[in-house]
């Protein structure tokens, strides 16, 4: 059994090419995040990562590591995670889905899988991903998916959250919304499409980006709920904005509301666009919903 394993470099060059006989893989990976650290691996606590290597490894009867389009946070799902990985081995996708779908617990689940070019690479190729944050707002708690939602008691004005969504559009700095331990060089990002839905009795923010800086989507839902709670004006979103200043900014919102649902790369690129989800949720929301 080869003992082989890649590590992916940070840097892609357009002439990438793999050692002879190692092919890449992609997969679109679904997760209940509840239970994890989050997808990275890490020593003290069990990880998305780490159970998709074991699974993946076992298909390839050699160990291997992957890399994602995006480290979700500790209690975070995903219905539209992307990774990659190397292996010698000679598999179809369904093989991969089929047998890594064996050995994974059922809040893991690969969705789909297939060889791509060596020049793919998960993280770096990736040009836009879209997050949603779901929220119940309502007296009593739910007693079913209160692991798949966040909760509020007091109603949220969707109309005012909305016309707040239009201060976060263009490329700016989101210092005002960036995790204090966050590694990133810079702070812009480039936010394409920022929208508040009402599905149902569930409130819904869909956002798009190039990238995300640490925990920013839930320090946008955080702020954006002061807003719809009307304790701040919709302008208060452009002031934090133009200040550049964490603390002025509202909590960070609950982990267990927010997914990963979609990541887009150049077609040639050959990575299929499902529908977002997650599975309680149409893959195109409507305002009139």
């Not at 297939?114 to 040009?127: L, M, N, P, Y």
């Not at 700016?172 to 331990?181: H, I, M, P, T």
């Not at 812009?188 to 925990?215: D, M």
Request: hydrophobic letters at 40%; proline letters at 6%; aromatic letters at 10%.
């Amino acid at each position: 059994m080869s003992k082989w394993v890649y590590t992916p470099n940070c840097k892609i060059p357009e002439d990438q090419s793999l050692p002879d006989g190692i092919k890449r893989y992609a997969a679109v990976v679904q997760y209940d995040g509840s239970a994890f650290c989050g997808f990275q691996k890490q020593k003290h606590s069990p990880s998305v990562q780490a159970e998709l290597e074991r699974a993946l490894s076992y298909v390839a009867n050699s160990p291997l590591v992957l890399s994602c389009a995006g480290r979700t946070d500790s209690a975070v799902h995903a219905s539209h995670q992307v990774v990659h990985f190397d292996s010698e081995a000679d598999r179809t996708g369904r093989n991969w889905i089929k047998g890594a779908n064996s050995q994974l617990p059922d809040s893991i689940s690969l969705v789909w899988a297939d060889q791509v070019a060596a020049v793919f690479h998960a993280r770096f190729s990736a040009t836009a991903r879209t997050y949603r944050y779901v929220i119940a707002a309502s007296e009593a708690r739910p007693g079913i998916f209160s692991q798949a939602v966040t909760w509020v008691k007091y109603p949220l004005n969707a109309a005012a959250m909305q016309l707040a969504c239009t201060h976060l559009l263009g490329e700016q700095d989101f210092s005002a919304f960036r995790g204090a331990g966050c590694q990133s060089l810079s702070p812009f990002r480039n936010v394409t499409s920022a929208n508040i839905y009402q599905h149902g009795q569930l409130l819904v923010f869909e956002v798009t980006a190039n990238a995300f800086v640490l925990h920013m989507v839930r320090n946008m839902i955080g702020s954006l709920m002061e807003v719809g709670f009307g304790r701040q004006e919709p302008g208060w979103i452009k002031k934090l904005l133009a200040e550049g200043d964490r603390c002025k900014s509202a909590a960070t919102a609950a982990p267990n509301g927010l997914y990963l649902v979609d990541v887009r790369y150049p077609d040639k690129l050959g990575i299929p666009n499902l529908p977002r989800g997650p599975l309680f949720l149409p893959d195109q929301l409507s305002h009139n919903s």
